[in-house]
Every structure is written in C-alpha cells, then in structure tokens.
C-alpha cells in the first residue's frame, strides 16, 4: 500500500486531506454571508458547509491516474488496492473532520459529515463518467445552486438541491446525501467491473 501511494504520488493529496479536514474542525463556526440571488441580504454559510466540497472532491481525486484504463483492466488483485485506496481516503479525511468538529464544535459534526457523504458521492460520479481531472464539476454543480440559488429561510428550500445548507435534522437532506453517495460507489465499481472495461479499452 506504502508503495502504491508513492507510484501515484498520493501523500501529497492525503496531506492536503489532513489539512483541510482539520480546519473544517478549527474554523469551521466561521460564518461567511455569500451572494444570493433569491435573499437580498445574503445566505449565510459555514466554512463546515464549504470545506466538504474541498475533502470530498479530494477523496475523488485520489483516484485519478494517467494510465487508469489500463489499471482497470488489470487483475482483480490491482483493481481490489483501488477500492483500498479509495475506502482509506474517505475514511482519514471523514475521521479527521469529524474528530476535529467534535473537538471544536460537536453541532457542526453531522452537518459537516453529511455533506462530505454527498460531495464524496458526486465527486466520484464526476470522475467515473467524466474522467479524473473533472472531479470538481459535480460538486460545484450541486454547491452553486445550494449556496446561491435555494435558501432555507422559505425561498426554494427544496432539499433535493438545498440540501448542504439546510439543518441538520432535516431528515430529507440526509437522503439526498447517502443517494450520491450509493451513486458514486456504484458508478466507480461499475466503473472497474470487467465488462465495463472491456468496452472501455476495445
């Protein structure tokens, strides 16, 4: 495994996913007023809500690489360290972020964490069907209208595009959450499936 994060030069990415992770914890109270085009004085967003995009889009980009048909396409052994790398990723920046939220501010937790399962979900959609240097398209498809558009004040609170900014015991925004993230474990794991990369390296 050692190894395997050195072929892709993946320490740098699990650095940042450490560093990141840990100042959703240390600064994530921060609250920042972003344009809106439906709320005249702004819509208000914690750096909790933002740097899931950052951890989750990570997570997805560590399983970029140049040559990824042909690792597809290599023995089950080879495909199996992808899901290993991938399933270590998410779990050190979710442990990071969470334990650091926890320490700093236990009421940001589960709203940073159910976002981050969201993020992390369409970011690996975006990277399985687009390729790995697109895995920030989903997310900020999803981010623009969440922080930009909908509102959880009255306007537009639908959570099926809201669902980052609305509270956390908002049991709908959770299923929209864990929806993208069943979508990007299968889309990676049809992703690696032996007759999908047939068709892929023909």
């Not at 709203?111 to 240097?133: H, Q």
């Not at 920030?136 to 609170?157: K, M, N």
């Not at 049991?171 to 990369?197: C, D, K, N, Q």
Request: aromatic content about 12%; proline content about 5%; glycine content about 6%.
């Amino acid at each position: 495994m050692i190894l395997r994060l050195r072929a892709k030069s993946l320490n740098g990415i699990f650095a940042a996913l450490i560093l990141v992770s840990s100042a959703a914890g240390i600064w994530g109270a921060v609250t920042l007023n972003v344009p809106s085009f439906t709320e005249d004085a702004g819509q208000p967003m914690t750096l909790a809500q933002f740097l899931p995009i950052v951890t989750g889009s990570l997570v997805a980009f560590s399983c970029r690489s140049a040559m990824s048909d042909f690792e597809d396409a290599a023995p089950r052994r080879r495909v199996r360290e992808q899901w290993d790398l991938l399933v270590l990723a998410f779990v050190v920046a979710a442990g990071v972020q969470t334990l650091s939220l926890i320490w700093t501010k236990s009421t940001l937790a589960a709203t940073g964490f159910r976002d981050y399962l969201g993020y992390v979900g369409a970011s690996i959609t975006s990277v399985t069907l687009l390729g790995s240097d697109r895995f920030w398209v989903a997310p900020l498809a999803l981010a623009f209208p969440a922080f930009f558009v909908a509102s959880s004040t009255g306007t537009y609170p639908g959570a099926l595009w809201s669902w980052p900014t609305l509270p956390v015991e908002n049991m709908e925004s959770w299923v929209v959450a864990l929806l993208w993230a069943v979508l990007g474990t299968v889309a990676f794991h049809y992703r690696t499936h032996p007759r999908i990369v047939k068709l892929r390296v023909r």
